[in-house]
């Protein structure tokens, strides 16, 4: 049964069509307006195994915070679409990921309750045409529109570059861990009987 879903959402500031497939090969056709951004979440689609189209048009006139931040609400609200009940997932998923200098922690519980732990400072305000600092507002976005608990920590690492990459790779990877249908889970992995 193929998970996939499509989301639109149209504000005065943004207007962002997503179609996400979870059990993909990594194919993406993203265009955010912001070029670093859109290599990112290249990243995100190829190392996840998720194939995602995306198209973004924002306010990129007054800088992009509503830009990569509706970005990630849309990216949260059809990851959460195309997983419907959750029934038979993982539920969590982690990653340890080094690159080159930088090494990245991220794990993830999809609990339907959302929390965000973002531990980094960033030494450079901008990687390309992407103010460091929507980094955090991308993936807290995201947290709160799929209901996940989100931990992201750098470990060690000095290149702001590397350390943004490996924060995009490493949650690519520790979603499609906890995404993953596992035969031994009949229904939802919770004592409560739903996510």
């Known amino acids: 049964?193929?998970?996939?879903?499509?989301?639109t959402r149209k504000t005065k500031e943004t207007d962002i069509t997503a179609t996400l497939?979870?059990?993909?090969t990594g194919n993406s056709n993203i265009d955010t307006g912001i070029g670093f951004f859109d290599h990112m979440l290249e990243g995100f689609s190829r190392?996840?195994?998720f194939d995602l189209i995306l198209e973004v048009e924002g306010d990129l006139q007054v800088d992009g915070h509503h830009t990569v931040e509706d970005t990630g609400i849309v990216?949260?609200?059809v990851i959460k679409k195309a997983l419907g009940d959750k029934a038979g997932i993982r539920r969590y998923g982690s990653c340890i990921l080094p690159m080159d200098e930088t090494l990245v922690?991220?794990?993830v519980d999809l609990c339907g309750r959302p929390y965000l732990n973002f531990d980094c400072n960033f030494t450079v305000d901008r990687v390309g045409e992407l103010d460091t600092e929507l980094v955090r507002e991308f993936f807290y976005a995201i947290s709160y529109s799929v209901g996940m608990n989100?931990?992201?920590k750098l470990l060690d690492g000095s290149n702001n570059h590397h350390i943004i990459e490996a924060m995009f790779k490493a949650f690519a990877k520790a979603l499609d861990m906890a995404v993953e249908k596992d035969p031994r889970i009949q229904d939802v992995l919770s004592t409560k009987?739903?996510?």
Do not use: K, Q
């Open 1 to 7: 049964m193929s998970r996939n879903a499509s989301v």
């Open 21 to 24: 497939e979870l059990d993909g």
């Open 47 to 49: 190392h996840g195994f």
């Open 75 to 77: 990216i949260g609200s």
């Open 105 to 107: 922690l991220c794990a």
């Open 150 to 152: 989100l931990h992201i």
């Open 193 to 195: 009987g739903s996510l």
